[in-house]
């Protein structure tokens, strides 16, 4: 089972990124699908969550900000993020859980700075 993490990067303040995460090796789709951030010196932190009803959960931080979603297969959560600031900036990991087990996927790096 590998939850594969893409599309960090760095943006300006006020710009936008999208990350994507696949699941793979896997029979059933997740029930619970999450992003959490880590920024340096910091602890790893919610950022926002999906379950397989599609109900939402956003961090007070960015509600309005960042868009949580599923792909049609249901293996993928994406994180469409707007109006980025620098206190954005953190290695994002995509979590799972399937059948009971929560994986965690490699992180990638966002930096947000002029």
């Known amino acids: 089972v590998q939850l594969q993490a893409s599309g960090g990067g760095l943006v300006q303040p006020g710009g936008s990124l999208r990350l994507s995460c696949v699941m793979s090796?896997?029979?059933?789709?997740?029930?619970?699908m999450a992003w959490y951030r880590q920024a340096p010196g910091k602890q790893r932190e919610l950022v926002a969550d999906?379950?397989?009803?599609?109900?939402?959960t956003y961090a007070d931080s960015v509600k309005g900000r960042f868009t949580i979603s599923r792909g049609n297969d249901r293996n993928t959560v994406s994180l469409q993020m707007s109006s980025l600031k620098p206190e954005d900036t953190a290695v994002y990991f995509c979590?799972?859980?399937?059948?009971?087990?929560?994986?965690w996927g490699q992180g990638t790096q966002v930096t947000v700075s002029s």
């Open positions: 999906i379950t397989s009803g599609g109900t939402r």
């Open positions: 090796g896997i029979v059933v789709a997740p029930n619970f």
């Open positions: 979590f799972a859980v399937n059948s009971g087990t929560g994986y």
